[in-house]
């Protein structure tokens, strides 16, 4: 009886008993990190990017292990063919948990593929939202392949982790599958895709170094692509997004005491004046600047009236430019549905609202010069 009792027992706790027999070892995965679409020939065009992981593990000398990156290309009629046709090619299952980018060709997103591709990110069970998006008109193969010009893991590239780069220079905001799902999803109903180029700006032992530049956008609806915005036009914009940190502005352009400031610390308001069904705007702007360089002896008061007029020709210049082309850049559609829903409703148009010639009303900034890097405002050699 009691050898019944415990061979009972033993029957029992094995049954009950949980394990990790079923899962997958890491050793036997490959992990994608950034993905790429492509339209070509009627069919889409997937391009995988692929790391060893094995890249992230320090040495004992505390750096990383540089690691090797591949890139895989399949094809189909659908983006879920595509990508099923790439799984025949791969030596390993496929973990998409670590994918942190996607990039679209300039005729992927001409013919919709934002869609398809957003709809496939948010919808996978091991995709996460912390995906940034891009745009490019450079060969997706060579985007993809290229690394950090330092020997870091590409885990840590400008294209995977790029808040960083962000925070010391705020010209393009990243954009990542949440933030893009949410301005989608509001009044103005558009998002601006940081644009990628290939460059070679950057030098090692022997040769240059391909590296990325990030200057244009490329602005898409839910169902239209407007086109890429250059950089000289979308300036203005950065000076009412909540996240900007600091960037350069450059003062007295066209004389020969032309400088760099560098403005921070940047508080904003933008306040919806409404008189009968007439809409106006009023920007109000507070922030800091730093002179880098002076050429010659300039009073304080002339350095803050010249950054005031730099910044209000850059709003001006990306409210017009972003009219003529139907896009709203600085959501200002967004701000009267929040602050006037009422007022919004009566003069909305297909969730917008219209973009006239003076609908910015004012644009009011104080700056506060906050320091020189030295005492005096004059050149170190006069």
């Given at each position: 009886m009691k050898k019944s009792v415990k061979y009972l027992s033993i029957i029992l706790?094995?049954?009950?008993?949980?394990?990790?027999?079923?899962?997958?070892?890491?050793?036997?995965?490959?992990?994608?990190?950034?993905?790429?679409?492509?339209?070509?020939?009627?069919?889409?065009?997937?391009?995988?990017?692929?790391?060893?992981?094995?890249?992230?593990?320090?040495?004992?000398?505390?750096?990383?292990?540089?690691?090797?990156?591949?890139?895989?290309?399949?094809?189909?009629?659908?983006l879920d063919e595509a990508i099923f046709n790439l799984y025949h090619t791969s030596d390993r299952r496929i973990y998409w948990g670590h994918l942190s980018f996607i990039i679209f060709s300039e005729k992927a997103l001409k013919n919709d593929l934002l869609r398809p591709a957003t709809d496939f990110l948010d919808?996978?069970?091991?995709?996460?939202?912390?995906?940034?998006?891009?745009?490019?008109?450079?060969?997706?193969?060579?985007?993809?392949?290229?690394?950090?010009i330092e020997s870091?893991?590409?885990?840590?590239?400008?294209?995977?982790?790029?808040?960083?780069?962000?925070?010391?220079?705020?010209?393009?905001?990243?954009?990542?599958?949440?933030?893009?799902?949410?301005?989608?999803?509001?009044?103005?109903?558009?998002?601006?895709?940081?644009?990628?180029?290939?460059?070679?700006?950057?030098?090692?032992?022997?040769?240059?170094?391909?590296?990325?530049?990030?200057?244009?956008?490329?602005?898409?609806?839910?169902?239209?692509?407007?086109?890429?915005?250059?950089?000289?036009k979308i300036g203005g914009t950065r000076l009412i997004f909540k996240d900007f940190t600091r960037d350069n502005i450059d003062l007295f352009k066209g004389t020969d005491k032309v400088i760099t400031a560098v403005v921070y610390d940047k508080k904003e308001k933008v306040i919806p004046i409404v008189r009968g069904d007439e809409v106006k705007f009023k920007i109000k702007l507070r922030l800091k600047a730093n002179i880098e360089l002076v050429k010659q002896p300039t009073k304080m008061k002339d350095f803050e009236k010249e950054i005031k007029k730099v910044l209000k020709n850059e709003i001006k210049t990306s409210y017009k430019y972003g009219a003529s082309k139907g896009v709203d850049v600085f959501h200002l559609s967004e701000i009267l549905y929040r602050e006037d829903n009422k007022t919004w409703k009566k003069i909305e148009k297909d969730g917008r609202i219209p973009l006239t010639k003076d609908l910015i009303d004012s644009i009011d900034i104080n700056v506060t010069l906050q320091n020189s890097g030295k005492d005096k405002l004059t050149p170190v050699f006069e």
């Open positions: 706790c094995t049954l009950i008993l949980s394990g990790c027999w079923d899962t997958t070892e890491p050793e036997r995965l490959v992990y994608a990190t950034g993905m790429g679409i492509d339209y070509k020939d009627g069919e889409i065009v997937v391009f995988l990017q692929i790391m060893n992981m094995s890249g992230l593990a320090k040495t004992e000398g505390g750096s990383s292990i540089p690691n090797r990156v591949d890139v895989g290309r399949a094809a189909g009629k659908t919808r996978y069970r091991e995709t996460r939202y912390r995906i940034f998006y891009y745009a490019t008109k450079e060969p997706l193969k060579e985007a993809m392949k290229i690394g950090p870091v893991s590409m885990a840590f590239s400008r294209l995977s982790d790029p808040e960083g780069n962000f925070k010391q220079s705020s010209l393009i905001q990243p954009l990542d599958l949440r933030e893009l799902i949410i301005r989608l999803d509001e009044p103005s109903h558009v998002a601006a895709l940081p644009v990628i180029k290939i460059t070679k700006q950057w030098f090692g032992e022997k040769e240059s170094r391909k590296n990325i530049l990030i200057q244009d956008v490329a602005v898409v609806s839910k169902k239209k692509y407007y086109g890429i915005f250059p950089k000289d």
